[in-house]
């Protein structure tokens, strides 16, 4: 596609429920992220997918939290068990390796989860 | 020592202010480097990537000091719209792990 397409925009899930968030890559693209961003702070990294290299799984902050990227294109990140605490942006962002070697992202719009 | 760390500002100049901001990281072996432009409520966008003293586009100004880990975004002629919060990027593996700043937050008032 285009862009980078994210699902849902918005979630309100109830605490305790289990969640799946969708990222549809720039076509081509090698490379796909999640982040996590909460109000008014930075950018959290969660994991990172680079063709068929095992992912780099690092920022997941618990068990709860676990991802996939099927066929090497779309991924998605799956919460269970949610908590209040999980309330937050999550961004995807995918790139293709520039001429220097170096990754630039293009980033989806975002899906803003609230867990009440 | 955190891996990336920025001065989450606010920074308020006015129209026309010159303002530059500092970014240090830890990975010494870091290679390439990145300033992203996150706009309130939107998702970030490139604004200049390093690849190795300093990159100039227009107003904007990016330089590295590998041997003091840092890099630097100046600002020249500050513009309204130019009101946004600044994000630095440092890859930290091999394998192209980017761990963003907490981000410097500009203000430029009239």
């Known amino acids: ?116 | 020592r955190k891996e990336v760390e920025q001065d989450p500002g606010p920074f308020n100049v006015p129209e026309g202010a010159t303002v530059a901001f500092n970014c240090t990281y830890s990975n010494s072996a870091s290679q390439s480097f990145f300033w992203y432009r996150q706009d309130c409520r939107k998702e970030p966008k490139l604004l200049m990537s390093v690849y190795s003293s300093g990159n100039e586009d227009g107003r904007f100004t990016a330089q590295l000091n590998r041997a003091s880990q840092y890099i630097s975004l100046l600002i020249r002629d500050s513009k309204l719209s130019d009101s946004a919060t600044y994000l630095c990027v440092v890859p930290f593996s091999n394998t192209g792990k980017l761990i963003f700043g907490q981000g410097t937050t500009l203000q430029v008032k009239p």
Do not use: M
């Open chain 1, 1 to 116: 596609g285009a862009g980078v397409s994210q699902s849902p925009s918005n979630k309100v899930t109830e605490k305790g429920k289990d969640v799946e968030l969708r990222c549809d890559p720039i076509s081509g693209h090698t490379a796909l992220y999640w982040y996590r961003q909460s109000l008014g702070q930075g950018l959290e990294f969660l994991i990172y997918f680079q063709g068929n290299s095992a992912p780099d799984k690092s920022g997941l902050p618990s068990d709860r939290f676990s991802a996939e990227r099927t066929g090497g294109s779309v991924s998605t990140l799956t919460i269970q068990r949610t908590q209040q605490e999980d309330s937050a942006v999550y961004l995807c962002a995918s790139s293709a390796l520039g001429s220097s070697g170096a990754n630039v992202l293009t980033f989806g719009a975002g899906s803003r989860l609230t867990v009440l």
